[in-house]
């Protein structure tokens, strides 16, 4: 029989790609999901990619009396927690709502699996939590300095849960911090496909290339970089989703809590995506220089060294693979 694996936010663009890798990787899948952020459109092709029945419940996490019926009703012996809020903006703009989801949302979830005794957590965590590092790349070692509300609230659930494990050795938790997810699944079949406007670089290129938005906005270009626009780690969505696999794989074998990076240690700026993709679609892609954002920092790249020693993971996929998938996934219509 397939160990029982609950994806919170299994419906969402990281969560999709967790629970087709799960599938493929020997797991049977139960989505948890409140479709904030997302639809359940996504469940066919969920079960198409998996080969397999992918059971759901459209629930918020936040709702104690739901998540324990989730555990009641199916036979979860681990849980991938990638449900939660994750825009930059709208997180300075609005705290309350982020701290109750991202850190809210954890502790019930915790409490549950608690309750249950499932202790064993694969947790979706953010660079966001490194801030401006003042030396590139960021290992683990780094210490966290968060620039907006958001990496904050993910640097809190990092801190209880590290807290959690030091209390009680029973737990095996793996917290992930993601670095910019990108692209789309080799299919076609699945993407970023949120409920409003994307806020990866790569989804709001596509949506220029494809004419349904006007420019790209590049958010200064007078940062202290190279070119002068932001540089990141931009890692493709499906080397994301194995790295969760690949996670939830060691826990089998640890305890406590390990804390790794999954990015891929390439640094690439907004000028460089840009021109990337221009070359993937075959476009010239509208741009306006816009004002830098809140809570935004000059750069930020993986260090990848302990992710490959420590779970056997690094990224496969390049800047080519992340362009192509986006625009496979813009042209078969982008969305759910
Ligand atoms: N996309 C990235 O580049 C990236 C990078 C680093 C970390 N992350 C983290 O990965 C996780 C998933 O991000 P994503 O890009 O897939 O975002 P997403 O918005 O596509 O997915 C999040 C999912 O969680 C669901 N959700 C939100 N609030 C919920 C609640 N209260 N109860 C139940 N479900 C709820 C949404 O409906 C959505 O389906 C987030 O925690 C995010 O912080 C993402």
Partial sequence: MPETVLVTGGAGYVGSHVVVELARGG?????LDNFANSTPAVLPRLESLSGRPVPWVNADLRDLVAVRRV????????????????????SEERPLAYYDVNVGGALSLIEVMGEAGVATLVFTSSSAVYGQAAALPVSEETP?????????????????LRDLARANANWRIAIL???????????????????????????????????????????????????????????HIQDVAQAHLQALKWLADAHGAITQNVGTGRAQSVYEIIAAFERACGRRIGQLTAARRAGD????????????EALGWRATRGLDAVCADTWKWQKSGGRL
């Fill in 177 to 235: 911090r993601c670095f910019n997810a990108a692209g789309a699944h080799t299919t076609g079949m699945l993407g970023e496909a949120p409920r409003g406007r994307p806020s990866g670089l790569l989804s709001l290129l596509a949506r220029v290339a494809a004419g349904e938005l006007s420019e790209i906005q590049v958010t200064g270009n007078d940062w202290p970089t190279p070119d002068g626009t932001g540089v990141r780690d931009y890692v």
């Fill in 27 to 31: 797991y049977a899948p139960v989505v």
């Fill in 144 to 160: 966290p300095s968060p620039q907006n509300v958001y990496g904050r609230t993910k640097r809190v659930v990092e801190d209880f």
């Fill in 297 to 308: 920092v000059a750069a930020c790249v993986a260090d990848t060294k302990r992710a490959y």
């Fill in 71 to 90: 555990f009641h009703d199916h036979p979860i012996a681990a849980v991938v927690h990638c449900a939660g809020l994750k825009s930059i903006d709208e």
